[in-house]
């Protein structure tokens, strides 16, 4: 791989003959070759600018000066038959440089020519020119929104990203793996070394406990975490097949979910849980409703019995009612289309009553829960569209629902919360034990004609699990 710097300033780019870069230009992995620009001028001021066509402050950098100089490296026999000759020219109005592109460059170019420009920059000819060979790609990148007063940085940062990937210059590729934007497309998790302890902080236990997995794992969580503050665009882009079942615990805590058939969802995706208000949106409640409740349902159960419940208990009308009632809560969760994917629906009782108790609220059995009998809320319904179900997704809505009850019942001392589902249904008493809920008894429910034997199961309202 040969690099060709132009700049006005070369001595700016003396640091490509240090460290690493420096080494494997001595040791001919790569070619390095920088190059004064007014090298190409012929007047005694040896003059690379003028004043900008059509007014405007300050000088740009002239396209004849640049061309001279330009060709001579193009020109250059690499010994390759079908060389890829690459014209990269910084500017603030270009691509941003990514690692990706420079995987690219490192293993498909053999030639990468940098323009560093100064003062206005460079006569937009030049680009325009070489775009026009088909022999040169044109590059124009920049480094990142913020305005430098020319290209040495930015040819600095390139022919260092591009280098360290080439084969051969970096001793241990390995350690290419795990790096920021490496190919985990994570930011890497923090490093740590001897002292052990420093100025009152020590290196995390865990990496003392020679426990390569859980070390491993740690390292793997943290990468995930510190990518899911600081860069939540690498999140949306990680591709949800590579995530296992740590990860998705992991990135749950932020507020990252996939649906775990990634054919219905290759990248992890944000949803938003809401307070359904408007009763616009009882249409579409009663449609999740309509598709989820079956399946909670015994087989046992009549479809017959199961359209006379919907119709009478989840129609649109009902939640209609429900959203613009206050004795109710409905709480939904959308993914980043808007599309409704799963919803809780919770009564609260009169003063301190207890809701559901017609329906078998098991009231002795909070008793043995709680020190004292009090408010019982009703998590009357809480479904998640059959596509999410093992996503985790069900923690976001339950603590939506839970934080909403908690704002709703602020006077109440211990607000207790209970359910009842399905006595087979072991998913689900699976998910809502794992969501802080508890077994307090049984019940029996009736769907139509038919009696269901349900688990009852509590909780209290403050939102930790
Ligand atoms: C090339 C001249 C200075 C820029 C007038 C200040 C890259 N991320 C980046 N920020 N700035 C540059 C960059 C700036 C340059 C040149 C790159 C050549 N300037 C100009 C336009 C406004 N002065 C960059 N990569």
Redesign the pocket.
Known sequence: MRFDIFSVFPSYLNSLQLSLVGKANEGGAIDVRVHDLRDWTEDRHRTVDDTPVGGGA?MVMRADIWGKALDTAFDADLGIAHPRRILAI???A?YPLSQEICNDLATGSDQIVIAC?????IDGRVADHYANRDDVEVFE????D??????EV?ALALVEAVARLVPGVIGNPQSLVEESHGTAGLLEYPNYTRPLDWRGLSVPAILTSGDHGRVARWRRDEALRKTALRRPDMIAGLDAASLDRRDRATLGQHGWYWPKNPALGAHPIRPTAEIARNRHAAAEYAALARSTFPDACPPTMSPADIEAFLETNLSEEFFTAAIQSDDTRVVGVRDMHGNLIAYSLSIIPEGDGVAGADEGAPVDAVLSVGDRIGPLIELSKFYLHRDWRGSGLGGLLMTATLEELLSATRAWERPYVWLGTNARNRRAQGLYAKLGFEVVGRRTFMVGEQSNDDVVMARTLDVTY
């Open positions: 300050g910084p500017t603030p270009g420009g100064r003062y206005e920059g990148f920049s480094l990142g913020y305005v430098l007063n020319g290209g930015a």
